[in-house]
């Protein structure tokens, strides 16, 4: 999926990430809350997702405020994930430049001893967030260009139903 985030005097930050969980509570998704987009959503807690599959003529836009989940939820996350994507994001300084590429591969090296020391060890800038979806687009193509557009939207407690122009 696409995470769309505000960064810097309201300019549009896009980035491709992996969906972790869908439930009642929204569209989940982790990051490092010293990345460049764990800064955005900390300044401006709204997203927006993009499904896109070229294949099959269609896409999903989700809108909505961003939701951070609780401490041990977000750390039985970081558990649950291989020894070496844990070592990964424990040695990155996501975002930030390096000088050379062994610098990285020295760092995540190093990443990996507190970690199997450890394995309860989880960094304070893991976090999982998910957005609470308050606008839903679905897109379908259509070859004489008159693409179907339902849109739901929240307001309250209910959704609402539209159909936009193509």
Known sequence: MTLSTSGDNGRPDARVLILKDLDSQGWWFTTNSASAKGRQLTQSPVAALTFYWPGMGQQVRVRGPVLLAPREFRAANFRDRELRARAVTLASQQSDPQRHYAECTAAVTAAREPLEAD???????????????????????????????????????????RLLWP
Request: no cysteine; proline share 7%.
């Open 119 to 161: 394995p309860d060890l989880v960094p304070t800038t893991w976090t999982l967030h998910a957005v609470v979806a308050d606008q839903i687009e679905f897109w379908q193509s259509d070859s004489d260009r008159q693409h179907i557009r339902p849109q739901y939207v929240r307001e309250q407690i209910r959704w609402t139903h």
